[in-house]
């Protein structure tokens, strides 16, 4: 990294005689003073007719490089001081063409902009602006050393490096620390089933539903304002989530202690996915608010309680939605429960079970059919094995009635009911309900229903990493756990940007998705053209930047990436 000084102009006179000016800047690199940026700017006579606004010939070629977004993003990576808090935990080796800190920031840039793989970064970097602010020799650009500077981070490592960052996060963005949301996902990973030195990517319950694949899981706890990622947790893709929120609810009350005085103020938002005994037993201990759900299925009387004692929350902020406000004994305490109905997920639910009943009955229809023609060799175990199959989605079996007749393959029968009755009362007692559990018992329940709702900023962040496109995690082409460990910690660090960035933008009244963002930003580009010369010596370099609309003007004040803009 290098810290600029003020430009100047230079002369710098030819062996014919003659004189020409450059524009350079300098920069103190290692300690030592030195020129980073030189541009030509011409002959006296030139310039003067620059000045004068002479034409400057015609350019004889042209290139477009990508600016806006990557120097959006770079802005926000200087902000955090990214660099220098890597390079204090792991220094630059003497023989090193870059820092540590260096290598790890333009691969979180990569991640946001454009992601590719480590071998063509080097390629799709010649096609940006970055290379006029990020002075790199281009074999430093190798793919190998990303993974020698990669190399140097430990586990250990990276959480002081996270935890600083974090630090820097609040201090620079003003984050609001009093409502975290904490989930996990997993991603599917191209390891190679026989190599051995990556366990942390095993087969799992695969949430992108590649089951052939193995997986890395991830936690992460984010705020509720701007659903910024806070800390991260890379962990063995076979082990429920369940299993890892010891170990995040841990890191979470240690760090929070050291970003604020009292942990009391602290709500922390999760689903039921993450309920246990022994989960919520140190949830209680560690003294933290906490806004959960229960499966409504496991407690029928509150889901018995009639909806004329339903009152609606709020009809503004949350239409259609009503609740009761009262108590559960459920995880080994007695806390306050919120009943909530809601129409929109009742409607949803409703047509979702229209469609997987209709598919069960059609099932059962071609097997009724086939019974009905007396060639079947199937057994009865077997054709009941098969009724089970059809009836095993939700409450299919609660809603219907199916009777199997005979014993021999050739005279089995089969009819199949649904019961509306049964159907009306499923529907009555279960869909749109949830059961919000908490312990904020003096907390508005709009204030209730809004901190479960957030869940909904972590589940987008999920969305976005697994967007192939922009702030993505793959490609990932690492083998090792340590690797990989470094790979997740840049990856989340990306998304962090991408929400920092879409958190000021909102806050200035641009109201833009990650993708929306990027993409304005993107359509600022830099244009080099190069000039005609009359003949004499190098073409000259002249780089402009394209025509920005209102929106675009906008984004680049926000992020002042006019400092990183060509000088005229």
């Given at each position: 990294?290098?810290?600029?000084?003020?430009?100047?102009?230079?002369?710098?006179?030819?062996?014919?005689?003659?004189?020409?000016?450059?524009?350079?800047?300098?920069?103190?690199?290692?300690?030592?003073?030195?020129?980073?940026?030189?541009?030509?700017?011409?002959?006296?006579?030139?310039?003067?007719?620059?000045?004068?606004?002479?034409?400057?010939?015609?350019?004889?070629?042209?290139?477009?490089?990508?600016?806006?977004?990557?120097?959006?993003?770079?802005?926000?990576?200087?902000?955090?001081?990214?660099?220098e808090v890597i390079d204090a935990v792991a220094p630059r080796r003497a023989d090193a063409a870059a820092s540590?800190?260096?290598?790890?920031?333009?691969?979180?840039?990569?991640?946001?902009?454009?992601?590719?793989?480590?071998?063509?970064?080097?390629?799709?970097?010649?096609?940006?602006?970055?290379?006029?602010?990020?002075?790199?020799?281009?074999?430093?650009?190798?793919?190998?050393?990303?993974?020698?500077?990669?190399?140097?981070?430990?586990?250990?490592?990276?959480?002081?490096?996270?935890?600083?960052?974090?630090?820097?996060?609040?201090?620079?963005?003003?984050?609001?620390?009093?409502?975290?949301?904490?989930?996990?996902?997993?991603?599917?990973?191209?390891?190679?089933?026989?190599?051995?030195?990556?366990?942390?990517?095993?087969?799992?319950?695969?949430?992108?539903?590649?089951?052939?694949?193995?997986?890395?899981?991830?936690?992460?706890?984010?705020?509720?304002?701007?659903?910024?990622?806070?800390?991260?947790?890379?962990?063995?893709?076979?082990?429920?989530?369940?299993?890892?929120?010891?170990?995040?609810?841990?890191?979470?009350?240690?760090?929070?202690?050291?970003?604020?005085?009292?942990?009391?103020?602290?709500?922390?938002?999760?689903?039921?996915?993450?309920?246990?005994?022994?989960?919520?037993?140190?949830?209680?201990?560690?003294?933290?608010?906490?806004?959960?759900?229960?499966?409504?299925?496991?407690?029928?009387?509150?889901?018995?309680?009639?909806?004329?004692?339903?009152?609606?929350?709020?009809?503004?902020?949350?239409?259609?939605?009503?609740?009761?406000?009262?108590?559960?004994?459920?995880?080994?305490?007695?806390?306050?429960?919120?009943?909530?109905?809601?129409?929109?997920?009742?409607?949803?639910?409703?047509?979702?079970?229209?469609?997987?009943?209709?598919?069960?009955?059609?099932?059962?229809?071609?097997?009724?059919?086939?019974?009905?023609?007396?060639?079947?060799?199937?057994?009865?175990?077997?054709?009941?094995?098969?009724?089970?199959?059809?009836?095993?989605?939700?409450?299919?079996?609660?809603?219907?009635?199916?009777?199997?007749?005979?014993?021999?393959?050739?005279?089995?029968?089969?009819?199949?009911?649904?019961?509306?009755?049964?159907?009306?009362?499923?529907?009555?007692?279960?869909?749109?309900?949830?059961?919000?559990?908490?312990?904020?018992?003096?907390?508005?329940?709009?204030?209730?229903?809004?901190?479960?709702?957030?869940?909904?900023?972590?589940?987008?962040?999920?969305?976005?990493?697994?967007?192939?496109?922009?702030?993505?995690?793959?490609?990932?082409?690492?083998?090792?756990?340590?690797?990989?460990?470094?790979?997740?910690?840049?990856?989340?660090?990306?998304?962090?940007?991408?929400?920092?960035?879409?958190?000021?933008?909102?806050?200035?009244?641009?109201?833009?998705?990650?993708?929306?963002?990027?993409?304005?930003?993107?359509?600022?580009?830099?244009?080099?053209?190069?000039?005609?010369?009359?003949?004499?010596?190098?073409?000259?370099?002249q780089r402009l930047l394209t025509d920005m609309n209102p929106e675009q003007t906008r984004l680049a004040d926000?992020?002042?990436?006019?400092?990183?803009?060509?000088?005229?």
């Amino acid at each position: 990294m290098y810290y600029p000084h003020m430009a100047s102009v230079i002369e710098k006179r030819r062996a014919d005689g003659r004189t020409y000016y450059y524009l350079v800047e300098s920069a103190r690199v290692d300690g030592k003073p030195r020129i980073v940026s030189q541009q030509y700017l011409g002959s006296a006579t030139e310039i003067a007719e620059k000045l004068a606004g002479a034409p400057a010939g015609n350019p004889v070629r042209s290139q477009h490089k990508r600016f806006g977004d990557l120097a959006a993003v770079w802005s926000v990576l200087e902000r955090l001081g990214v660099v220098e808090v890597i390079d204090a935990v792991a220094p630059r080796r003497a023989d090193a063409a870059a820092s540590v800190g260096t290598y790890l920031a333009l691969a979180c840039a990569n991640r946001i902009v454009a992601p590719c793989s480590k071998l063509g970064f080097a390629d799709w970097w010649a096609t940006t602006a970055g290379p006029r602010w990020v002075k790199l020799p281009a074999a430093a650009l190798d793919h190998r050393r990303f993974w020698e500077a990669m190399d140097r981070l430990s586990e250990a490592d990276l959480r002081t490096i996270e935890t600083e960052l974090g630090r820097r996060l609040v201090t620079e963005y003003a984050l609001d620390l009093s409502g975290l949301i904490l989930d996990m996902t997993n991603f599917a990973t191209y390891i190679d089933s026989g190599n051995d030195k990556a366990p942390i990517a095993q087969r799992g319950k695969a949430k992108q539903k590649r089951v052939d694949l193995r997986l890395v899981g991830l936690g992460l706890v984010v705020t509720r304002d701007g659903a910024v990622p806070l800390l991260s947790h890379a962990y063995p893709g076979d082990r429920p989530d369940v299993t890892q929120f010891p170990r995040l609810l841990d890191e979470l009350t240690s760090r929070y202690r050291q970003l604020t005085t009292s942990i009391e103020d602290l709500t922390l938002v999760y689903d039921a996915g993450q309920n246990s005994t022994t989960n919520h037993e140190q949830v209680e201990a560690s003294r933290i608010g906490f806004v959960g759900s229960l499966p409504p299925s496991d407690h029928p009387d509150l889901l018995a309680i009639p909806r004329t004692r339903y009152r609606k929350v709020d009809a503004d902020q949350f239409p259609g939605l009503t609740h009761v406000d009262t108590t559960v004994t459920a995880l080994g305490v007695t806390r306050r429960a919120v009943i909530t109905h809601s129409t929109t997920l009742h409607a949803a639910q409703a047509r979702g079970f229209d469609q997987t009943l209709a598919k069960a009955k059609r099932r059962q229809g071609e097997l009724a059919e086939r019974l009905a023609r007396g060639n079947t060799r199937r057994d009865r175990a077997a054709v009941e094995a098969n009724i089970a199959a059809i009836c095993k989605p939700r409450w299919v079996a609660e809603v219907t009635t199916v009777t199997l007749t005979g014993d021999k393959p050739a005279d089995l029968r089969l009819s199949f009911t649904v019961d509306a009755a049964a159907r009306h009362a499923l529907e009555t007692r279960l869909f749109g309900k949830r059961i919000l559990f908490t312990n904020r018992d003096t907390w508005p329940v709009t204030d209730v229903v809004a901190a479960y709702r957030s869940q909904s900023g972590v589940e987008s962040g999920f969305r976005q990493l697994k967007d192939p496109h922009i702030v993505s995690f793959n490609p990932m082409h690492h083998w090792t756990d340590q690797k990989i460990r470094v790979h997740v910690f840049y990856t989340v660090l990306a998304l962090t940007i991408a929400h920092l960035m879409r958190r000021q933008a909102e806050q200035a009244g641009l109201h833009l998705s990650v993708r929306e963002l990027l993409g304005e930003l993107s359509g600022i580009q830099e244009t080099v053209l190069l000039h005609h010369n009359g003949g004499k010596g190098r073409p000259r370099v002249q780089r402009l930047l394209t025509d920005m609309n209102p929106e675009q003007t906008r984004l680049a004040d926000l992020f002042e990436i006019n400092r990183y803009a060509p000088t005229r």
